[in-house]
């Protein structure tokens, strides 16, 4: 899985902070901080191999901001799938602002034990 570098979606686009991660059990875990969105504010999806979040990031408070850290408006975070994922599953989870993508890897690519036999 990789990350794409479009410049022109950069330029356009806030892209929120991920990380990802391959488990033990054969399953990429993709996090995302997304402090302040509601899932109804989320798409997800899967199309030409390519895995995006998007959505947009609402003005959190009315009034003259002193001080704003947290940028508001579109958002949007492109990877690009390859073949050991199992595009078929994938679940999504939004919990404290943290969202949460887990996409299982194909059976022929995940790790697995072999019994040794004999003395």
Do not use: W
Not at 41 to 66: D, F, H, K, P, W
Not at 85 to 90: E, N
């Amino acid at each position: 899985m990789t990350m794409s570098n479009n410049m022109t979606q950069r330029a356009r686009f806030l892209r929120p902070r991920s990380a990802v991660n391959e488990s033990a059990d054969g399953q990429l875990h993709v996090v995302l901080e997304m402090p302040g969105v509601k899932k109804e504010g989320l798409e997800v999806r899967i199309e030409n191999n390519e895995l995006t979040i998007s959505g947009r990031r609402e003005r959190a408070a009315q009034g003259r901001y002193v001080l704003r850290e947290r940028p508001q408006g579109d958002f949007m975070q492109t990877f690009t799938l390859d073949g050991t994922v199992d595009q078929g599953k994938v679940d999504a989870v939004l919990e404290k602002g943290i969202l949460t993508l887990t996409l299982d890897l194909k059976e022929q690519v995940k790790p697995r034990k072999i019994q040794v036999r004999g003395e």
